[in-house]
């Protein structure tokens, strides 16, 4: 008999105001009981509505069957079918725009927490201890992966469990691309992604750090002096915009890239910690994205009073709304329809105030989006001795103009197929790379889809 | 691992490490930098390259005591290995076309024009180099850029090495006296390559200045590095490190540069006070 309360079963989490003084999770997980009670919640719909919402299309139904019958192990088999990282998905992925968005009970209730239930599967799994990995007999043949993010993580994973010799070269000095530098620790703990990272290493899947493809080695040199047969470009997004303002420059001013990677891949939160920040005492975070609230709460866990700067209005917000809510119960402080046009300097050339116009909301732009337009005089002055810039973020044109023959759009972005395939032969890409800043999820589906390609390619070869 | 091969010290805060680094040394060009850290809780630190061995995998560093990471890294001895190095970032120096160059150095930035005054000298461009230190005791490479320059004036603030005066007086001299240019490349202080630049404006030298901002990626991630130069915002991780010299605002960059001083200061002292106690 399914349980047919109409309401999920709660996250248990840290409360506001504590775990907005510290960096620690913010949810912390289900319980065996609570996953089992909303598991019991599924229909076990024979269409699987929920599935066609996933960008990796796990078989959410059969899961989930399984987790209420307490056979985690089973469940996270299923998981593991389709997608490569079950734990980190868990939580970052905005389920409620896709599987949850499907499921038939969210017809007259809430929908059941899928997400919720994915990752309580994954820590399930992490908490159990550690069975020898069986690794794949080598095929072979050798295949590269730029970039460590989860579209070379999902594609690498993939790649190695048919046999691949892979080896992935990340710029940085730890792998994870965005999972460890642009995701704070409060939403995705890093040792989560270094045991996801770990779990490639025991198929086999050599990881390069310190190699910055394009300067260290070309894309050419690897296919050509080191024989990788084929290679996948997963580079990511991660050029910061500035919106050319009068005192972008000043000392106070962080894009958002900056101030996320000193806290997260530097641990510039930690005492003692040799990589400095300043998130003042007041900060101004412009940008409604996910990423604005990750730069936000994370000002406010350093000390700060934070104000979030959007120049739409609430409805428009781009970030995921349970990052919204997290951001208010925390005191973040939202000023909508407010947009900056000056930063005002203090005589040492420190971030004074944010000089901003006033917006009201008009017809919906090519975005579909009401656009906003200023009213005429109506200015607010907002104190602050940090402004951090979070409104996007572009394909980094490193590989591109050190790769003979790799196309890309004008914005910067590399073209490539349904499957990833570039311009250049045995080249392939996905991720943000491809379509610009996107989700963990959808980068990881392109890394899939990628490595069934090459697998085929290096195959017929 | 990067096994420090050879380490040297080229005047009391100024220290030569020669890095086993076979990737970086394929590589790398004059006017190229690395990042790197001394161990896992350390913070990347970027340094131009001093020089290079392909053969021998080896890249050289050149650094000036000034902070804890410098500190750190000055402790560590032959046979130690560094925890990250990587590179080579950002462009090399432009050469081509050149016929007569004046590379301007000034203090440790001598390190950073020394491979350009050399790699210039060997492609049979004419190279005079001013390099300019506060007094004898810290004057570095001395030689070295004899060796790659036909004309060389060390210049001195206190007047205990070469002349008395600073490396515009030598560099207006020189102009004055009828040597034509057809670029300065000027590495060295903000302030020193600020003057620099005034002056060659006003003689219409194309000039160069190699930026040494605060960097954490080196790959155009974070913007820490960003500068501004003819009213544009470039990072000099990608975009640099060298500028038109007549277009960078320096003043911003002096500003920008002073941004966590009084962390690294604390910091610094912090490092001093617990190396004396391990001694």
């Given at each position: 008999?399914?349980?047919?309360?109409?309401?999920?079963?709660?996250?248990?989490?840290?409360?506001?105001?504590?775990?907005?003084?510290?960096?620690?999770?913010?949810?912390?997980?289900?319980?065996?009981?609570?996953?089992?009670?909303?598991?019991?919640?599924?229909?076990?719909?024979?269409?699987?509505?929920?599935?066609?919402?996933?960008?990796?299309?796990?078989?959410?139904?059969?899961?989930?069957?399984?987790?209420?019958?307490?056979?985690?192990?089973?469940?996270?088999?299923?998981?593991?079918?389709?997608?490569?990282?079950?734990?980190?998905?868990?939580?970052?992925?905005?389920?409620?725009?896709?599987?949850?968005?499907?499921?038939?009970?969210?017809?007259?209730?809430?929908?059941?927490?899928?997400?919720?239930?994915?990752?309580?599967?994954?820590?399930?799994?992490?908490?159990?201890?550690?069975?020898?990995?069986?690794?794949?007999?080598?095929?072979?043949?050798?295949?590269?992966?730029?970039?460590?993010?989860?579209?070379?993580?999902?594609?690498?994973?993939?790649?190695?469990?048919?046999?691949?010799?892979?080896?992935?070269?990340?710029?940085?000095?730890?792998?994870?691309?965005?999972?460890?530098?642009?995701?704070?620790?409060?939403?995705?703990?890093?040792?989560?992604?270094?045991?996801?990272?770990?779990?490639?290493?025991?198929?086999?899947?050599?990881?390069?750090?310190?190699?910055?493809?394009?300067?260290?080695?070309?894309?050419?040199?690897?296919?050509?002096?080191?024989?990788?047969?084929?290679?996948?470009?997963?580079?990511?997004?991660?050029?910061?915009?500035?919106?050319?303002?009068?005192?972008?420059?000043?000392?106070?001013?962080?894009?958002?890239?900056?101030?996320?990677?000193?806290?997260?891949?530097?641990?510039?939160?930690?005492?003692?910690?040799?990589?400095?920040?300043?998130?003042?005492?007041?900060?101004?975070?412009?940008?409604?994205?996910?990423?604005?609230?990750?730069?936000?709460?994370?000002?406010?866990?350093?000390?700060?009073?934070?104000?979030?700067?959007?120049?739409?209005?609430?409805?428009?917000?781009?970030?995921?709304?349970?990052?919204?809510?997290?951001?208010?119960?925390?005191?973040?402080?939202?000023?909508?329809?407010?947009?900056?046009?000056?930063?005002?300097?203090?005589?040492?050339?420190?971030?004074?105030?944010?000089?901003?116009?006033?917006?009201?909301?008009?017809?919906?732009?090519?975005?579909?989006?009401?656009?906003?337009?200023?009213?005429?005089?109506?200015?607010?002055?907002?104190?602050?001795?940090?402004?951090?810039?979070?409104?996007?973020?572009?394909?980094?044109?490193?590989?591109?103009?050190?790769?003979?023959?790799?196309?890309?759009?004008?914005?910067?972005?590399?073209?490539?197929?349904?499957?990833?395939?570039?311009?250049?032969?045995?080249?392939?890409?996905?991720?943000?790379?491809?379509?610009?800043?996107?989700?963990?999820?959808?980068?990881?589906?392109?890394?899939?889809?990628?490595?069934?390609?090459?697998?085929?390619?290096?195959?017929?070869? | 691992?990067?096994?420090?091969?050879?380490?040297?010290?080229?005047?009391?805060?100024?220290?030569?490490?020669?890095?086993?680094?076979?990737?970086?040394?394929?590589?790398?060009?004059?006017?190229?930098?690395?990042?790197?850290?001394?161990?896992?809780?350390?913070?990347?630190?970027?340094?131009?390259?001093?020089?290079f061995d392909r053969e021998k995998g080896s890249v050289t560093i050149i650094f000036q005591i000034v902070g804890a990471?410098?500190?750190?890294?000055?402790?560590?001895?032959?046979?130690?290995?560094?925890?990250?190095?990587?590179?080579?970032?950002?462009?090399?120096?432009?050469?081509?076309?050149?016929?007569?160059?004046?590379?301007?150095?000034?203090?440790?930035?001598?390190?950073?024009?020394?491979?350009?005054?050399?790699?210039?000298?060997?492609?049979?461009?004419?190279?005079?180099?001013?390099?300019?230190?506060?007094?004898?005791?810290?004057?570095?490479?001395?030689?070295?850029?004899?060796?790659?320059?036909?004309?060389?004036?060390?210049?001195?603030?206190?007047?205990?090495?070469?002349?008395?005066?600073?490396?515009?007086?030598?560099?207006?001299k020189l102009i004055e006296s009828g040597e034509k240019y057809d670029r300065v490349i000027t590495i060295g202080p903000?302030?020193?390559?600020?003057?620099?630049?005034?002056?060659?404006?006003?003689?219409?030298?194309?000039?160069?200045?190699?930026?040494?901002?605060?960097?954490?990626?080196?790959?155009?991630?974070?913007?820490?590095?960003?500068?501004?130069?003819?009213?544009?915002?470039?990072?000099?991780?990608?975009?640099?490190?060298?500028?038109?010299?007549?277009?960078?605002?320096?003043?911003?960059?002096?500003?920008?540069?002073?941004?966590?001083?009084?962390?690294?200061?604390?910091?610094?002292?912090?490092?001093?006070?617990?190396?004396?106690?391990?001694?």
């Amino acid at each position: 008999m399914p349980n047919m309360s109409p309401t999920r079963n709660e996250m248990p989490v840290q409360a506001p105001d504590v775990r907005n003084k510290n960096f620690s999770e913010v949810a912390l997980g289900y319980t065996e009981e609570q996953a089992i009670d909303e598991a019991k919640r599924c229909l076990g719909c024979k269409n699987k509505p929920c599935s066609t919402g996933c960008p990796v299309q796990i078989d959410i139904p059969a899961f989930i069957a399984q987790v209420a019958e307490g056979n985690f192990a089973e469940a996270y088999k299923i998981i593991t079918k389709s997608s490569s990282l079950p734990a980190v998905c868990g939580r970052v992925c905005p389920q409620e725009t896709q599987c949850e968005s499907k499921c038939v009970r969210g017809k007259k209730g809430e929908p059941v927490a899928i997400g919720r239930l994915e990752r309580f599967v994954a820590d399930w799994h992490n908490a159990q201890p550690e069975a020898p990995v069986e690794k794949p007999a080598p095929n072979g043949h050798k295949a590269a992966v730029i970039g460590s993010g989860p579209s070379g993580l999902a594609c690498a994973g993939d790649l190695a469990k048919k046999g691949y010799d892979v080896t992935i070269f990340e710029a940085l000095h730890v792998a994870g691309g965005v999972l460890s530098y642009g995701i704070p620790e409060f939403r995705l703990p890093k040792s989560i992604v270094q045991k996801e990272i770990g779990g490639l290493k025991a198929l086999g899947v050599k990881v390069e750090t310190n190699t910055v493809v394009g300067k260290t080695i070309s894309v050419d040199e690897l296919m050509k002096e080191e024989g990788f047969e084929s290679i996948f470009i997963g580079s990511g997004a991660g050029l910061p915009r500035f919106m050319n303002i009068k005192g972008e420059n000043l000392n106070g001013v962080y894009s958002a890239n900056e101030f996320l990677t000193r806290i997260n891949l530097m641990k510039a939160y930690k005492e003692g910690s040799a990589t400095p920040i300043k998130a003042g005492t007041k900060a101004v975070i412009v940008g409604g994205g996910n990423v604005a609230m990750d730069a936000a709460r994370c000002a406010k866990r350093l000390g700060a009073e934070v104000y979030i700067v959007y120049r739409r209005t609430e409805a428009e917000l781009p970030a995921r709304a349970e990052e919204v809510e997290h951001a208010k119960e925390e005191g973040i402080i939202f000023k909508f329809l407010t947009n900056p046009v000056e930063i005002e300097a203090t005589e040492d050339g420190w971030v004074k105030s944010v000089h901003c116009q006033q917006m009201e909301l008009s017809e919906p732009d090519a975005s579909g989006r009401a656009k906003p337009v200023p009213i005429e005089g109506a200015f607010i002055d907002i104190e602050a001795d940090c402004v951090i810039m979070s409104i996007g973020t572009s394909p980094n044109p490193l590989i591109k103009s050190t790769t003979e023959g790799l196309d890309t759009q004008k914005w910067g972005g590399i073209i490539a197929d349904e499957d990833g395939l570039t311009s250049k032969e045995g080249v392939y890409a996905g991720g943000d790379a491809v379509t610009g800043a996107a989700t963990v999820i959808l980068a990881m589906g392109a890394g899939k889809k990628a490595a069934a390609a090459m697998d085929k390619y290096m195959q017929s070869k | 691992m990067f096994e420090i091969l050879e380490k040297r010290s080229l005047n009391p805060t100024v220290t030569l490490m020669r890095i086993n680094a076979p990737k970086v040394a394929r590589k790398a060009e004059p006017g190229q930098f690395i990042i790197l850290r001394t161990d896992a809780d350390g913070e990347r630190i970027p340094l131009t390259i001093a020089d290079f061995d392909r053969e021998k995998g080896s890249v050289t560093i050149i650094f000036q005591i000034v902070g804890a990471t410098t500190e750190k890294l000055n402790h560590l001895n032959e046979g130690d290995c560094l925890q990250d190095f990587v590179g080579p970032l950002g462009r090399a120096t432009e050469t081509e076309g050149l016929k007569k160059v004046a590379v301007v150095g000034g203090g440790v930035g001598c390190a950073i024009a020394y491979p350009v005054a050399k790699k210039l000298h060997e492609l049979g461009v004419e190279v005079h180099s001013i390099v300019g230190f506060r007094n004898k005791d810290l004057v570095i490479l001395e030689d070295e850029f004899r060796a790659s320059s036909s004309k060389f004036v060390l210049m001195s603030d206190d007047g205990t090495a070469g002349e008395k005066g600073l490396v515009t007086d030598a560099l207006k001299k020189l102009i004055e006296s009828g040597e034509k240019y057809d670029r300065v490349i000027t590495i060295g202080p903000l302030i020193m390559m600020k003057f620099v630049c005034r002056l060659t404006k006003e003689y219409e030298i194309p000039t160069v200045a190699s930026m040494n901002p605060i960097m954490i990626d080196g790959t155009g991630m974070c913007g820490g590095c960003r500068l501004t130069v003819g009213g544009q915002t470039k990072f000099a991780c990608v975009d640099g490190p060298e500028f038109d010299g007549h277009l960078i605002d320096f003043d911003e960059a002096m500003a920008r540069g002073a941004m966590y001083k009084p962390f690294e200061r604390h910091a610094y002292e912090e490092a001093c006070n617990l190396f004396k106690e391990v001694k």
